[in-house]
Structures are given as C-alpha cells and as structure tokens.
C-alpha cells in the first residue's frame, strides 16, 4: 500500500532527530511508511469511514497546566491510589511515594535496562500503522515494575487528559508494566476529554506478566464528543498467571481497541470484560484475540453494548487454540441492545481451535429491550421511563459487577446512569 500521508515523515525528522531509542522509532517509521493509512480494503478497517482520522493535519498538543478542580471529575471518590496525570500527553508531575514497586515517566526511563530490551515487543509495528505511529512518536508514559514477591496494595491510577485546542491535536501515550513472578497490581486507567474539540489519542499498552503474576487493569474511556481514540492493548501471560480487563466505552466520537493476550504459559488465564454506551453518531470497534499456546489456559471474554441514535459498534473476537494448548477453556459473548431503529452493529466472535482436547464456546445477540419485562415493570406501578433504565442497568450490571475495586464500580455505575439518562432526554426530544 503507498504512503499517503508525507507530512508525517516531515514531522518525524523534525520532532524525533536526537531522540532516544532511535532504531526502533526509525524501524516503526519505515513500517508506517510502508503500510500508510488502512483503508477499506483492509478486512479490519472496510466498515469504517476513516476520514475524520486522515484529513486533518494534526499537531503535536502542548502541555497544559490543570487545577485539582479541573481534575476532580475525572477521579474516583474514596478510592486511595497512586495516581499519575497526563495532559494533552505530557507528564504532570505527582509526588509518588510507593517504594514496593518502580514508577516513573517512560520517557524519564527509556535507558533502563528492562525498557530497552521489552518495550516494543508485544506491541509491534510491521502490520499496525497506528502502533507504529505511536512508536515513533512516542515521548511521555508511564513504566511500571513490580519486583518479585510483592503485591502492590495501593491501585495506581494513569490519567490521561486532553484539552481543548484551537486545531486538531495528537498525542501519543505509551504504558509500559511489568509484573515480576508472583506479584499482584490493580491499575486504573482513564482517558477523558476537557471541553469540545477534534483531538486524537493514540495510546498503547504493553503488559508483561510473568510466572504466578496477577494484574487487575480497569480501563475507562470518556473521551469528549469530537475526540478521536485508537488504543492498541498487548499483554503475555506467563505459567499460572492472571490477567483481568474491564473495559468501558462512553465517550468519543470515534474509538477503536485492539485487544490480545497470548497466554504463553501453562496455567495461564485471561478475562476481558467490556461495555459499551453509545448514542448520536459514535463509533467503536472492538476487536479482540485471545491466543491460547500452552495447555490448561482459561479465558473468559464477555462484551456488552447499549447503543441510542445512529451509533454504530463493531466487535471482532478470536479465540485460537494452538495444537499444543490441550484442555483450553475458552469462553466468549457479545451481546446488544439497540435503543433505536439507525443503531447498527456488526458482530463477528470467532474459533479456530488446532486441539482436540477443549472446552470452547462463543456467540453474540443483538437485539432490543424485552417489551414483556418492560411491560411487568410498568404493571407494577414503575413509570415507563424508569422501568427502561431499570433493565438496561441491570444488563449493563453483569459487566459492571466485576470490576474488583468498589469506588470505582460505585463511580462507574453512575457514569452509566448519567449517560442512559441522556440516552432517554434525546430519544424523546
């Protein structure tokens, strides 16, 4: 495919000329050189419209200083973490006193010796032109550590924030965590939008988590209306360790996640978890892959959308079980709500399974609210409206359960409340 967008390697001699980890910025350089923009001959982007991701020519968003007003919005009540804030991709520094764990600004970090020899390898750039984007771009981050034996008690919260900007804007943040054998982390992870405007977020995540490791990671997106959002989660899963993902989708005019765990370790096992509240003209793409390349690894993925207006939402997910992984237990759904009649979604769970020896199943539902439980609610004495948002919390609720740390379950079910209440204020207008 040529390249179609020249000014990015303008940008590119001028922003990254002296900047460290040179070979591999170059290296994602030439592969986004190489691939250029997807387009909709690519089997993973032909549903999409891209326009809004390729026209405008975006620039590097400046630092911009935020009061603990301005930030309040955006945390979570009752919730004791260590926090660590982004604005418009740039670093602003916290006090971090946590000495169970390594904690810093990846581009404080990029010689350190597990950064040089890890970052980039999970999350590759030869067939990702977005990932390789951020790869030779990329300044600012967040690099965790935690060290043998040690479970991190204190949840650390990444927030990243974008403000508004007279022109279209790009950042690039990257996150970098390592969870050495038998240790324990819970990561927050939100990415919010300050006022209106086009922005793109482009962000990237790399999760190394070794034998015995356990990883807990909630990841909230509230991006503002116009905002654009590519987020490219790549995790590796070592012997009898554990990862879990929550993921939640209530902003942005335009998201897309790119999800994978390979459990490369016997025992291993995965949980992905995501929901989605749509309305107007948003966009999501979810796209999925659970890879399964030693025996007795779970995984267990369950996916929920509620989408109003004209929203749209994709979701792509695989399960593929190696001819080594023998008693994988392997478990997938999709299911949707639409709340209008120009709501679409495009569903597509996949197996390709290589053992004779599993447990697999998938599958996916769309449809529209149970006008026989709607109508019992409203048999009782429970006004229509009400009864609407009582169901579809309560299948918002299967999602929302799970997530492991209370305050920020208590937040997110408010969030949910707030945004099918609007929902509802817009149908009926």
């Not at 990254?16 to 350089?29: F, H, I, K, Y």
Request: aromatic fraction near 8%.
């Amino acid at each position: 495919m040529a390249y179609n967008h020249p000014s990015w390697i303008r940008k590119f001699e001028t922003a990254c000329n002296g900047q460290p980890l040179r070979a591999l910025r170059e290296t994602a350089m030439v592969d986004f050189d190489r691939l250029g923009y997807p387009t909709t001959a690519d089997e993973a982007w032909k549903s999409v419209n891209l326009s809004a991701l390729i026209k405008p020519d975006f620039q590097p968003a400046a630092p911009v200083p935020l009061s603990d007003a301005e930030l309040a919005p955006f945390l979570y009540p009752d919730l004791r973490a260590i926090r660590i804030v982004f604005v418009n991709g740039h670093y602003a520094p916290t006090p971090i006193s946590e000495a169970a764990l390594t904690i810093a600004n990846l581009a404080d970090v990029y010689d350190h010796a597990l950064v040089k020899a890890r970052l980039g390898t999970l999350a590759r750039t030869a067939n990702l032109p977005f990932t390789a984007l951020n790869t030779a771009f990329m300044r600012d981050g967040v690099f965790i550590r935690v060290p043998p034996n040690v479970a991190v008690e204190t949840p650390v919260h990444l927030l990243f924030l974008t403000t508004a900007s007279e022109v279209p804007t790009i950042s690039h943040p990257r996150v970098l965590i390592i969870a050495e054998e038998n240790s324990q982390l819970a990561l927050v992870e939100t990415h919010a939008g300050i006022d209106t405007g086009v922005y793109f977020s482009n962000a990237v995540t790399e999760i190394i988590a070794r034998d015995n490791a356990s990883v807990d990671h909630i990841r909230l997106g509230l991006q503002s209306k116009e905002a654009l959002h590519i987020a490219n989660f790549q995790a590796e899963l070592g012997r009898n360790s554990r990862l879990t993902l929550h993921d939640f989708t209530l902003g942005g005019a335009f998201v897309r996640h790119d999800i994978s765990a390979y459990l490369r370790g016997e025992g291993g096992e995965a949980t992905v978890n995501g929901c989605y509240v749509l309305n107007g003209s948003q966009h999501v793409d979810n796209y999925t892959l659970l890879e399964h390349a030693e025996p007795h690894c779970p995984s267990h993925e369950l996916y929920k959308g509620i989408l109003g207006g004209s929203a749209r939402a994709i979701f792509r997910g695989k399960i593929h079980v190696h001819q080594k992984a023998q008693h994988t237990d392997a478990y997938q759904q999709n299911e949707n709500i639409l709340l209008s009649d120009n709501a679409r979604v495009n569903a597509k769970p996949q197996l390709e399974i290589y053992a004779d020896e599993v447990k697999c199943s998938h599958g996916a539902t769309i449809g529209q609210l149970d006008e026989n439980a709607l109508f019992y609610l409203q048999a009782r004495g429970i006004a229509k409206a009400e009864a609407r948002r009582l169901l579809l919390r309560a299948f918002a609720e299967e999602v929302v359960g799970r997530v492991p740390l209370a305050p920020v379950r208590s937040h997110l079910s408010d969030l949910i409340d707030a945004r099918l209440a609007h929902i509802h204020a817009e149908d009926m207008a």
